[in-house]
């Protein structure tokens, strides 16, 4: 069974900085591009990037560019989302999916999403 | 950047059938957006439907299909059910690599 646990949500002062985690399992993770999708308070769905099976290629909507990062860790079967310089429209529930191998969609599997809040 | 369109919200009487859309505010949706279409309940994560246009992901019912109709991706439900009650939201590939999301459709079942 596809799992993942996403960690790391929590407030943070704008201007600050946090990273996101998403521990999968129930898959061959290194064969998956991955993705993070974000959702603010009472908002719709936005996604905000996501990265090849071995982090060669990434991708970013653009008001996250330069501010994001995302990486994995095949060896740790993990994917990551570093956020620096938060905005108060960062505040959302970050979302981590996977995608199985020639599959052409920003997600299939779903973690249950962990919360971001800045506020000073 | 390419704004992605959906109906609001639509109703739909139980049994019946809906179809809801997906566009684009300027071009026409094809197969080479790679539409793909997501259920949510409020606090929950979102379920993935449909992608690829009209793959249906694992367990989804065959009351779920996907299509182009028109110049609009669209997610036709029939025989709707008191639990199709939900938020369904599409989602294009733009050719820059880029996913964008609609804002989302509130259905609602009565």
């Known amino acids: 069974e596809v799992q993942l646990v996403e960690s790391g949500g929590g407030l943070v002062q704008p201007g600050g900085s946090l990273r996101l985690s998403c521990a999968a399992s129930?898959?061959?993770?290194?064969?998956?591009?991955m993705t993070w999708v974000r959702q603010a308070p009472g908002k719709g769905l936005e996604w905000v990037a996501n990265?090849?099976?071995?982090?060669?290629?990434?991708y970013y909507v653009d008001s996250v560019k330069g501010r994001f990062t995302v990486s994995r860790d095949n060896t740790k079967n993990s994917l990551y989302l570093h956020m620096n310089s938060l905005r108060a429209e960062d505040a959302a529930v970050y979302y981590c999916?996977?995608?199985?191998?020639?599959?052409?969609?920003?997600?299939?599997?779903w973690g249950q999403g962990t919360l971001v809040a800045v506020s000073s | 950047q390419a704004v992605v369109t959906q109906e609001p919200s639509f109703s739909v009487s139980p049994g019946g059938t809906v179809t809801l859309t997906c566009g684009l505010s300027?071009?026409?949706?094809?197969?080479?957006?790679?539409p793909s279409w997501y259920q949510q309940t409020p606090g929950q994560a979102p379920r993935t439907l449909i992608y690829?246009?009209?793959t249906r992901s694992s367990g989804v019912p065959d009351r779920f299909s996907g299509s182009i109709l028109g110049n609009k991706a669209a997610l036709t439900i029939t025989g709707a059910q008191a639990d199709d009650e939900s938020d369904y939201y599409c989602?294009?590939?733009?050719?820059?690599?880029?996913?964008?999301f609609g804002g989302g459709t509130k259905l609602t079942v009565l």
């Open positions: 990265i090849n099976q071995d982090g060669s290629h990434k």
């Open positions: 129930g898959f061959t993770f290194s064969t998956y591009w």
């Open positions: 989602v294009l590939c733009m050719p820059s690599g880029i996913w964008v």
């Open positions: 999916a996977s995608v199985p191998p020639t599959v052409t969609t920003p997600a299939v599997f």
């Open positions: 690829g246009t009209n």
């Open positions: 300027s071009g026409s949706v094809s197969t080479t957006y790679h």
